[in-house]
């Protein structure tokens, strides 16, 4: 089993800064895909980034492409979602993910991780 806890949310306004992290404890997820979701109020959870278990391939959504970066350390066993440029569309609870299939492809959909952190809230004044 592994557990997900995310950090780094907060308050800021338009246009500023903020970096997510999702540090993993139980067992290590470094050779696990990971994404990042975000899910704001009356809205479904939607994908934000990705990246694979090397390291080497990320995705994103149109959305936040240019804006986000998404990364990994493998030997913290940590997840990281720099987030600049934000404005107020990108307010939600944002959740770290972990897909259970070692090495396997990155993916999008909601449904293929299996494990999730508790979110962090990110709230982005205009």
């Known amino acids: 089993q592994v557990q997900l806890v995310e950090s780094g949310g907060g308050l800021v306004q338009a246009g500023g800064s903020l970096r997510l992290s999702c540090a993993a404890s139980?067992?290590?997820?470094?050779?696990?895909?990971a994404s990042w979701f975000r899910q704001a109020p009356g809205k479904e959870r939607e994908f934000v980034a990705g990246?694979?278990?090397?390291?080497?391939?990320?995705n994103y959504a149109g959305s936040v492409k240019g804006r986000f970066t998404i990364s990994r350390d493998r030997a913290k066993n940590t997840v990281y979602l720099q987030m600049n440029n934000l404005n107020p569309e990108d307010t939600a609870v944002y959740y770290c993910?972990?897909?259970?299939?070692?090495?396997?492809?990155?993916?999008?959909?909601?449904?293929?991780?299996?494990?999730w952190g508790q979110g962090t809230q990110v709230t982005v004044s205009s």
């Open positions: 993910a972990a897909d259970g299939t070692s090495y396997g492809p990155l993916r999008s959909e909601a449904s293929a991780y299996d494990y």
């Open positions: 139980g067992r290590t997820f470094s050779r696990n895909p």
């Open positions: 990246i694979s278990a090397s390291g080497l391939s990320t």
